[in-house]
């Protein structure tokens, strides 16, 4: 991985860093919630650490701030990963994150428009991030705005035939304020994308409809960064870029495991989960964290 830092109250961290702390977040909060989705939250979490600590427009302080760059997590199951993004990047508390899927929460298991700052839109029926954002992407032509709109599919969402149609719209109104990442992490809850319903191959797919497609390394910044940036010179059309990942990335058992799609960890799991994730240096105020990092 490239050597990126995020500035932040705190000090200087290196992506990486604060990559390792939201992976920690993440089996941390899905462990206390005894459910979750931890495989694919730990496939995209650098994914969401180079938009929210590298690239994106924001004002965590102002989190409704006009010309904010918006992100759409459609895999909203995959809430853990964006609820840590949001806490660790100062828009609510970190020690909020323990209460995932509780009771009168404003962690669900799936993204609440309107419960917590920064999201920007209520997902988990999958296909529906998409839509919505082409339609944020075309309010930001129609307004000559020159904020950003990034969305995030999972692989297995693509069996989805509303991603279709959004994707086909976005061609149409040649939307090159929009930037499409597709997790591909291979795996979905039933086992393998190519035998549940094959979707490749899918940047071939997207160049049909009339988009630009770039592939990256969904775990190397500087990956990301590059195709991030082709993505933002691109005009005319909007951009898909196709990321391979590793579904539970960052912990030993759930590596290319289905099974950890939406399972929790006990608590010796838990425990070699931290020590496979385990480095001494965490972003952030040491005081917050403590909560989840017991």
């Known amino acids: 991985m490239g050597a990126q830092q995020w500035t932040g109250p705190a000090g200087n961290f290196p992506l990486t860093d604060i990559a390792r702390q939201l992976r920690k977040d993440v089996i941390n909060m899905v462990w206390a ?24 427009k924001l004002r965590p302080q102002e989190p409704a701030w006009p010309d904010r760059d918006r992100f759409v997590l459609s895999k909203g199951h995959a809430a853990p990963i964006l609820y840590a993004s949001l806490a660790r990047r100062g828009y609510f508390d970190p020690a909020e994150l323990s209460t995932l899927r509780q009771l009168d929460s404003r962690l669900q298991g799936h993204p609440h428009y309107g ?42 969402e693509l069996e989805e035939g509303l991603v279709w149609e ?17 997790d591909w992490n291979g795996l979905q809850i039933d086992g393998p994308i190519t035998q549940v319903m094959n979707p490749e191959p899918i940047d071939a797919k997207f160049r049909a409809f009339g988009w630009h497609v770039e592939l990256a390394d969904g775990h190397d910044f500087e990956s990301l ?41 006990n608590d010796a799991q838990r425990l070699q989960a931290l020590a496979d994730l385990a480095d001494p240096g965490t972003p952030g105020d040491p005081a917050a964290q403590k909560e989840v990092n017991r």
């Open 33 to 56: 919630a005894s459910s979750g989705h931890p495989g694919g939250s730990l496939s995209c979490t650098d994914i969401l650490t180079y938009l929210f600590y590298q690239e994106m």
């Open 115 to 156: 419960a917590l700052p920064g999201i920007e839109m209520s997902t988990g029926s999958l296909g529906q991030g998409g839509s919505t954002a082409v339609g944020m992407a075309l309010a930001g032509k129609l307004d000559k705005k020159n904020y950003r709109i990034f969305n995030l599919w999972g692989d297995g």
């Open 166 to 182: 959004s994707v086909m719209a976005a061609a149409h109104y040649k939307l090159d304020n929009l930037t499409g990442f597709v």
């Open 225 to 265: 960064a590059k195709a991030v940036a082709i993505a933002k010179a691109t005009k005319g059309q909007p951009t898909l870029i196709l990321c391979k990942t590793v579904k539970g990335k960052g912990v030993s058992f759930m590596e290319n495991q289905a099974g950890w799609h939406g399972s929790a960890p």
